[in-house]
């Protein structure tokens, strides 16, 4: 399995609160990504870093901000969580040299109440 | 419209049958293909990856791209129930970025 590993694997929290998921990674790869997946929508890609401090956009970012200030760590913060938010969330990896190979964490299952 | 678009099945075939997975898309800039197993509670696994259009084989797993009719295809020879799960098709554009994903489709074989 690749080293990555995602914190909490599972969080319940009420709606209005600030939640901060966490992915950490020991390959040491350049690109880290944030998906949702939801029963018919498939994985949806939140936020994405290619270094260090650099981040971008994916097609539902809306609601969600990210922040990598080392290489091994991309952290999700949802600054006010909503019920909508409720989702399975996947952090995955890339290295620089591959164009396919994202690996995937274990996921993080959160729900808004 | 969607970016991609995947039939969700369920589908349910006899171990030892021929699969056929697929998905369709509407961005021709699209160039980079690859197929991803999820078993359930699990995270994707890449499982195929091909460039542009043709084929590509790997043991019982084919992969297809037609660029012309912007579909590809999965094919899965002598099923197996460990091939049990949803398969996910994503593509991109470019070498990196953004992944576009399909819905998935759930696949059970059957002993």
């Known amino acids: 399995d690749a080293g990555i590993t995602q914190s909490p694997r599972h969080k319940v929290t009420e709606t209005g609160t600030p939640v901060t998921l966490r992915c950490h990674q020991t390959e040491n790869h350049r690109y880290m990504y944030w998906y949702r997946q939801d029963p018919g929508h498939g994985l949806r890609l939140i936020h994405y870093?290619?270094?260090?401090?650099?981040?971008d956009k994916g097609e539902v970012s809306d609601g969600y901000s990210v922040s990598r200030s080392k290489t091994e760590d991309f952290l999700l913060t949802l600054e006010s969580a909503t019920s909508s938010q409720t989702s399975v969330y996947f952090c995955?990896?890339?290295?620089?040299?591959?164009?396919?190979?994202?690996?995937f964490g274990p996921g993080t299952r959160l729900t808004v109440t | 419209q969607k970016e991609v678009e995947q039939d969700p099945g369920p589908l349910s075939v006899p171990e030892g049958a021929i699969v056929s997975l697929n998905c369709t898309y509407s961005?021709?800039?699209?160039?980079?293909f690859m197929w991803y197993r999820q078993y359930s509670r699990k995270g994707p696994e890449l499982l195929m990856y091909?460039?542009?259009?043709g084929n590509k084989e790997d043991g019982r797993f084919t992969a297809q791209v037609d660029k012309s009719s912007k579909y590809i295809s999965l094919f899965i020879r002598d099923s197996q129930p460990s091939d049990s799960a949803t398969y996910l098709c994503a593509m991109s554009a470019t070498a990196g970025n953004q992944f576009y994903f399909g819905t998935g489709t759930s696949l059970t074989v059957i002993p």
């Open positions: 995955a990896i890339k290295s620089g040299t591959s164009v396919y190979e994202q690996y």
């Open positions: 091909t460039y542009s259009s």
């Open positions: 870093s290619y270094g260090v401090k650099d981040t």
């Open positions: 961005n021709s800039a699209f160039q980079y």
